[in-house]
């Protein structure tokens, strides 16, 4: 089995971005509100819209369940207030479980938290507990930037984070590091503020010392964790500077790195430096490279084709296809064992 822990739902139908349109002009005008009622996207539109994207290219690249959250440029936290998040991820959130509804075999769903700046994350917790308990989500993406590339929030190991880290204890699930849209022009969203995040992340738990006070809890850095790989010596004698353990035991207990690199190169290098127990396979298909490697005649994101030309082991692949996924995901592992896979 292939299981692709980082799915997002960039497929979504139109009307899901009309009705943001309208939320966030009624930011300025009160009396453009939309309701979530109003939002109507039928199941044949939910399938239409997986169907010719997402599940045709699982099928073709082999890739049996993704782990499906909400598109993540689309969480945009720093739109409106607290309460604009919340009725927007409530939204999304809703999307994500209706498409593992149709498609129980094929998807499984993640949440989206409604962040806000300066709010206590604690007010994420409804809507967390929500998608765990009604809607089965696996996971949860956790943005350690909602000001959308300003950086005004404190670090993932300040104890103001410490709520959102009880619950996922207390849900057995991980929390995937993911920024969203930035708006500060010095920073491309995809190119460079998604891979300045996985980087910063790592960076704020070496300083750290939050697996202390969470020994289970698990954190998953996605694009192959941004420069990390690259420079784990870096990272090492940093560490080592600041009088913190060996990475293995200071880190490497806890945080997981994805495969969403695309191209040869990074995915061995990925495979070389950290160890492949902390390695899960993804792909973030339809998301930020979308077009076909002239080098190869592939899509750039179909990362099954770097892992298959990686020279792994049959036992260490399928840790990277599935094996690894089960352990990070304890209730994705569960329900898979549910449905008898």
């Excluded at 009160?30 to 819209?49: F, G, K, T, V, Y």
């Excluded at 690249?61 to 409530?90: K, N, Y």
Aim: hydrophobic fraction near 40%; aromatic fraction near 8%.
């Amino acid at each position: 089995m292939i299981i692709d822990i980082h799915g997002h739902y960039t497929t979504a139908p139109a009307a899901l971005g009309q009705w943001r349109d309208r939320q966030v002009a009624a930011l300025q005008d009160p009396s453009l509100a939309p309701s979530p009622a109003d939002l109507d996207i039928s199941d044949d539109e939910l399938r239409e819209s997986i169907e010719a994207n997402q599940l045709r290219l699982m099928d073709e690249r082999g890739i049996d369940l993704t782990v499906f959250s909400p598109r993540a440029s689309f969480m945009a936290h720093h739109v409106g207030t607290f309460e604009t998040s919340a009725e927007w991820a409530a939204i999304c959130n809703e999307l994500c479980y209706r498409v593992s509804r149709l498609y129980p075999d094929r998807f499984v769903p993640a949440a989206m938290l409604p962040q806000s700046p300066g709010v206590d994350p604690a007010t994420s917790i409804p809507e967390l507990t929500r998608c765990v308990e009604e809607y089965g989500a696996v996971a949860l993406n956790l943005n350690p930037d909602p000001s959308g590339g300003h950086w005004t929030a404190p670090p993932l190991t300040d104890r103001s984070w410490y709520p959102i880290y009880e619950k996922m204890v207390e849900f057995d699930i991980p929390a995937m590091v993911h920024v969203s849209t930035s708006v500060n022009p010095a920073f491309h969203t995809t190119g460079a503020h998604y891979l300045n995040a996985d980087t910063t992340a790592v960076m704020q738990l070496i300083q750290g010392d939050l697996f202390t006070d969470f020994p289970t809890l698990k954190l998953v850095i996605p694009h192959g964790g941004g420069a990390v790989p690259y420079h784990w010596g870096r990272f090492r004698g940093l560490a080592m500077a600041l009088g913190k353990p060996a990475l293995e035991e200071h880190l490497l207990r806890n945080v997981f790195f994805d495969t969403c690199v695309y191209h040869q190169p990074g995915i061995d290098l990925l495979l070389d430096v950290i160890p492949t127990r902390n390695i899960l396979f993804a792909s973030e298909m339809i998301g930020a490279v979308r077009d076909i490697d002239p080098c190869t005649g592939h899509n750039f994101d179909d990362t099954a084709r770097y892992l298959d030309a990686a020279g792994l082991n049959e036992a260490d692949l399928a840790a990277v296809h599935e094996q690894n996924a089960r352990t990070v995901y304890p209730r994705l592992n569960a329900l898979l064992k549910q449905q008898g896979r």
